[in-house]
């Protein structure tokens, strides 16, 4: 499996930008995509994450209301809509893929073990 993510770069405070993972590879019945993020001198955190089968959805307090997170079956593409950023929105952003997660573990990174290259993305105030 292989995830490539592409979307990040430089933006200002309360501007937007879409982050996109593609995968290929790999064959599931039950896949959940997510997406997690790292700032400098920070663990990495949870974002969100999307069922590709049922297309239900989690997201991490601090960006519900402004983050979206959708997906593309046929694609086999996950988007991160990213509204009204924040500089502590800067991080680099990793997408992540695992099958068969019961959903309490999808905020979890150790229990996905697929994941791309990451994103960076810069919020300037």
């Known amino acids: 499996v292989q995830l490539q993510a592409s979307g990040g770069g430089p933006v200002e405070a309360g501007g937007s930008l879409r982050l996109s993972c593609a995968r290929s590879?790999?064959?599931?019945?039950?896949?959940?995509m997510a997406w997690f993020r790292q700032a400098p001198g920070k663990e990495r955190e949870f974002v969100s994450a999307?069922?590709?089968?049922?297309?239900?959805?989690d997201y991490a307090d601090s960006v519900k209301g402004r983050f979206t997170i959708s997906r593309d079956t046929a694609k086999n593409t996950i988007y991160l809509q990213m509204n009204s950023l924040k500089p502590e929105d800067t991080a680099v952003y990793y997408c992540?893929?695992?099958?068969?997660?019961?959903?309490?573990?999808?905020?979890?990174?150790?229990?996905?073990?697929?994941w791309g290259q990451g994103t960076l993305v810069t919020v300037s105030s």
């Open positions: 992540a893929a695992e099958g068969t997660l019961i959903r309490s573990s999808w905020s979890m990174s150790p229990q996905y073990d697929y």
């Open positions: 590879g790999g064959t599931f019945r039950r896949l959940v």
């Open positions: 999307i069922s590709l089968s049922g297309g239900h959805t």
